[in-house]
């Protein structure tokens, strides 16, 4: 059986346990997780590729809920693109407590929005942000 | 968005010529090998209910994972306890894994909540808000003991309290491993994503997926529209009005509707989530027993701390 495509679901580094349903990912390293250490499934964020919700997905898992406050960063990923999922993502759900802040740019450079609440029906990424995120966080 | 249409009807037909005669036209010397396209049993799909994930035998029920992490919170609790620690970290409340997979794996499916919703998904009750009111608020110390991190970060690994060692990841991280014991998680099946997401990139490239796929674009074209995937469709008016997506909605479900493309992809999917089922099944037999002995330890905890 294939398994490369879940690399990062087994990321000995990652300190959360990351799924891509479906997916495509290739090998991944050295992309910074935040949250903390040790795998579980609690369901944090899920990204759509497509708006219509079909096509390739990325589940993002951890330990925990999202704490109330969104001062500090629960969860987040520094680089997207070593996973094949820079500049891809339409449609984002979060669950959990969980907010999400989008970026430009990998290492959580140029915000391209502060925390928001899209909940666990989702919706589309804000006009003219779409396929433009490189790294997030959630709190 | 709107340009001339585009002329697709021979390569469509031609793509399922090619695939009619893979799919067992020819007789009994028609035989399949893991590299050949498998057959398909096309029937008639009007509600993603009907949207059966085969591999979905080899996950727990709904009800499983909620009990899972009612226990696994409640081992994140007791762990906790033992630093002083009454915590009010939730209990997690999500879809199950297979939920996540089905409804919308081949775009718009259900009339009535296409006809109310458009492209978004249909609200889901207590959790679809999800918003913060009332949620977790943990203490500067709570929260080092429960993620073994600080606010700001930082890893710690003692209690400065009581001196004891944090576990790694804190007290959220050690309740899966008291529940889990390094097993397979009820909530996330490695081998079971892994197989769907093969399954996957298998349909994207069969042939009769993309006979349907060309189909369903004629369709479109002669609508006005000009789309190569049906992701397209949505994709393309996700900024604009309500009005506007539910319009293209609509329309891109009626699309599939006529082409037979709901039928027909879920019957490619089908069928190779069921080649790589049978290439797999030890492991996922194996797995499925995992699971199976993560829910023993999972009532056994319930009834401890009924």
Redesign the interface.
């Known amino acids: 059986?294939?398994?490369v495509?879940?690399a990062a679901?087994?990321l000995a580094a990652a300190?959360t346990?990351l799924?891509?349903?479906?997916?495509?990912a290739g090998p991944a390293s050295d992309s910074v997780t935040?949250?903390?250490?040790?795998?579980?499934?609690?369901?944090v964020s899920?990204f759509r590729?497509?708006?219509?919700?079909?096509?390739?997905?990325w589940?993002h898992?951890g330990?925990?809920?999202?704490?109330?406050?969104t001062?500090?960063?629960d969860y987040g990923r520094s680089n997207l693109n070593i996973n094949d999922w820079n500049d891809v993502v339409?449609?984002l759900q979060?669950?959990?407590?969980?907010?999400v802040k989008v970026f430009q740019d990998t290492n959580y450079e140029i915000a391209l929005t502060g925390y928001v609440?899209y909940?666990?029906?989702?919706?589309?990424?804000a006009?003219?942000l779409?396929n433009r995120t490189s790294s997030y966080y959630l709190s | 968005m709107k340009s001339k249409r585009r002329s697709l009807v021979l390569l469509g037909a031609l793509i399922l010529l090619t695939s009619a005669l893979l799919t067992g036209c020819g007789g009994d010397d028609q035989k399949t090998s893991d590299t050949a396209e498998p057959v398909i049993d096309v029937r008639p799909i009007t509600s993603s209910k009907q949207l059966v994930m085969p591999v979905a035998s080899y996950v727990l029920t709904a009800a499983d994972e909620k009990a899972y992490?009612a226990a696994?919170n409640l081992a994140?609790r007791r762990c906790a306890d033992d630093f002083g620690v009454d915590t009010s970290?939730?209990v997690?409340?999500?879809?199950a894994q297979m939920e996540?997979?089905s409804?919308?794996?081949?775009?718009?499916v259900d009339r009535e909540d296409v006809s109310r919703y458009g492209?978004?998904?249909?609200?889901?009750g207590e959790?679809?808000?999800?918003?913060?009111a009332g949620?977790?608020?943990?203490s500067e110390r709570e929260?080092v003991i429960?993620?073994?991190?600080d606010?700001?970060?930082e890893?710690q690994e003692t209690d400065a309290e009581t001196g004891r060692a944090i576990p790694?990841?804190?007290c959220?991280?050690?309740?899966?491993?008291v529940v889990d014991e390094g097993a397979t998680?009820p909530?996330?099946s490695?081998?079971v994503?892994?197989?769907?997401?093969?399954?996957?990139?298998l349909t994207v490239a069969d042939s009769r997926a993309q006979g349907a796929a060309a189909a369903w674009s004629e369709c479109m074209a002669k609508n006005g529209y000009e789309f190569s995937s049906?992701?397209e469709?949505?994709?393309s008016?996700?900024?604009e009005p309500e009005a506007v997506q539910l319009r293209m909605?609509k329309l891109?479900l009626q699309c599939a509707i006529d082409t037979d493309y709901i039928s027909i992809w879920y019957a490619v999917d089908k069928a190779y989530q069921e080649r790589?089922i049978d290439?797999?099944e030890a492991?996922l037999q194996a797995g499925l027993a995992e699971q199976r002995e993560v829910m023993d330890r999972v009532h056994g905890l319930l009834q401890e701390g009924a």
């Open positions: 059986m294939k398994r495509l879940f679901a087994t300190s346990l799924s891509v349903t479906p997916a495509f935040v949250g903390p250490t040790g795998s579980g499934s609690i369901m899920q590729q497509l708006y219509d919700g079909s096509g390739y997905s589940v898992r330990t925990a809920a999202c704490t109330v406050s001062s500090n960063q339409s449609y979060d669950y959990n407590q969980c907010d609440n909940g666990s029906s989702g919706r589309g990424i006009d003219g779409n | 992490f696994v994140q970290i939730p997690a409340a999500q879809p996540l997979a409804p919308r794996r081949v775009g718009l492209y978004h998904l249909p609200p889901t959790n679809s808000a999800d918003d913060k949620g977790w608020d943990p929260l429960m993620r073994g991190v606010s700001g970060g890893p790694e990841g804190g959220s991280a050690e309740g899966f491993r998680s909530a996330a490695d081998l994503m892994t197989i769907l997401n093969d399954a996957w990139s049906r992701g469709a949505g994709n008016v996700m900024s909605a891109d790589l290439e797999n492991e």
